[in-house]
């Protein structure tokens, strides 16, 4: 019988995330949830949050028969895991302690940066998951990334002005704290359709890290004794690959097709219309769910 992985997110900048599952678990079925009627949670209490992402949780696990959860979404992860873990009785991921274990086998010097939405990095959920793994981790946020990215300028010279101010003000503010960063950590899952920009910008040598890739490389070793959903082939480091949908296997023709359904609770138009943008082909009809207020 094949294993439903459920998959969440305020959004759907979460598709990333989902990209880089199927890649690895092509066998898996997948139904991937945007909560997309509540967002932006980053504006709201930890406690709203909370129970945002638990009905959440609660209805791929309890409708979809999810048995095996990803929080695909930066905020809920920092500020309502734990949360989401007590409220339904199967293994549960989310994006920040992988994204940390990445950098934490990138860094030589120990030094990283963290570039996120605000309410990632007001929760320093990134510098705390670093500081267990003994990193020094300076964070900055960058509001204007995710418009750019969902106006699909993701190449375009005003993102590329937009990014260099920011790497600029993050490279200053580390020379202040006397800090030697190597690796810079995408704590948003928007920021993947960035990354060849970033990687072009930034210091040269400095090892960028995709969290979604991250947390599929997470996600996929809990399956290592589960042969029927791991992807038998090798992989390398998630850190050195590029965003090339033939270099990830998306349209692979021996591969049996994966199973998708994804749900909205708002803005199915929309969702149907950027989501290819993320997860590297057509997301297919997106049903409308109500979860209440």
């Not at 690796?183 to 090892?207: D, F, K, M, S, W």
Request: net charge negative; with cysteine; hydrophobic share 45%.
């Amino acid at each position: 019988m094949t294993t439903t992985i459920g998959v969440f997110d305020s959004g759907f900048g979460g598709l990333t995330v989902l990209r880089a599952l199927i890649q690895r678990l092509p066998r898996a079925r997948f139904a991937f949830l945007g909560d997309t009627a509540r967002l932006p949670y980053g504006s709201k209490s930890r406690r709203t949050i909370a129970r945002y992402a638990v009905q959440s949780a609660q209805f791929l696990v309890q409708e979809q028969q999810a048995e095996f959860l990803v929080i695909a979404c930066n905020t809920a992860s920092a500020l309502a895991l734990d949360a989401i873990q007590q409220a339904v009785p199967v293994p549960v991921l989310g994006v920040i302690e992988p994204g940390a274990q990445s950098a934490r086998a990138a860094s030589r010097t120990g030094d990283v940066l963290v570039i996120a939405t605000d309410a990632t990095v007001h929760s320093h959920a990134y510098a705390a998951a670093c500081q267990a793994l003994k990193l020094r981790a300076l964070e900055k946020a960058c509001p204007l990334l995710v418009p750019l990215v969902e106006e699909g300028w993701t190449a375009h010279p005003v993102t590329e002005q937009v990014i260099r101010i920011y790497l600029d003000e993050l490279a200053a503010e580390a020379n202040a704290q006397g800090l030697d960063p190597d690796t810079l950590v995408l704590g948003c899952t928007h920021y993947p359709l960035l990354r060849p920009l970033l990687e072009r910008l930034a210091t040269a040598g400095t090892r960028v890290i995709d969290s979604a890739e991250s947390t599929a490389e997470a996600a996929a070793r809990l399956f290592n004794d589960k042969t029927t959903l791991a992807d038998p082939q090798p992989r390398g480091d998630p850190s050195t690959r590029t965003l090339s949908p033939h270099a990830h296997g998306w349209d692979t023709s021996s591969a049996p097709p994966t199973e998708i359904r994804c749900f909205a609770t708002d803005s199915v138009e929309k969702f149907e219309r950027l989501g290819s943008r993320f997860l590297g082909r057509p997301v297919g009809p997106v049903a409308l769910i109500d979860l209440g207020g």
